[in-house]
Nanobody
Framework: QVQLVESGGGLVQAGGSLSLSCAAS????????MGWFRQAPGKEREFVSS????????EYAESVKGRFIISRDNSKNTVSLQMNSLKPEDTAVYYC?????????????????WGQGTQVTVSS
């Protein structure tokens, strides 16, 4: 059974930083892309970032490019999202997910398993 558990969310002031982590189990983690998505109240889930199976390729939404950094540690089955220069519009529930294949994907339909989400709130 595949499990993804996010951690690291919380409340931060605008301009601050947070680091999210996602621990995976139940699948050969290193064979698959990993992604981060977010969903704000009343909005659809949107792509944030993705990383390929070996970390060699990354992809970011335009709204977070230059502020967020995705990374992975295949020896620990974890993927992280370092979020800097946070803005109130970054407020959302953040989800990690395992991709269907090894490359980066920005389409949520190309992810098979999802975590339960972690809340990030950025105050102005």
């Amino acid at each position: 059974q595949v499990q993804l558990v996010e951690s690291g969310g919380g409340l931060v002031q605008a301009g601050g930083s947070l680091s999210l982590s996602c621990a995976a189990s139940g699948r050969t983690f290193s064979n698959y892309a990993m992604g981060w998505f977010r969903q704000a109240p009343g909005k659809e889930r949107e792509f944030v970032s993705s990383i390929s199976w070996n970390g060699g390729r990354t992809e970011y939404a335009e709204s977070v490019k230059g502020r967020f950094i995705i990374s992975r540690d295949n020896s620990k089955n974890t993927v992280s999202l370092q979020m800097n220069s946070l803005k109130p519009e970054d407020t959302a529930v953040y989800y990690c997910a395992i991709g269907r294949g090894p490359w980066t994907y920005n389409n949520p339909r190309l992810y098979d398993y999802w975590g339960q989400g972690t809340q990030v709130t950025v105050s102005s």
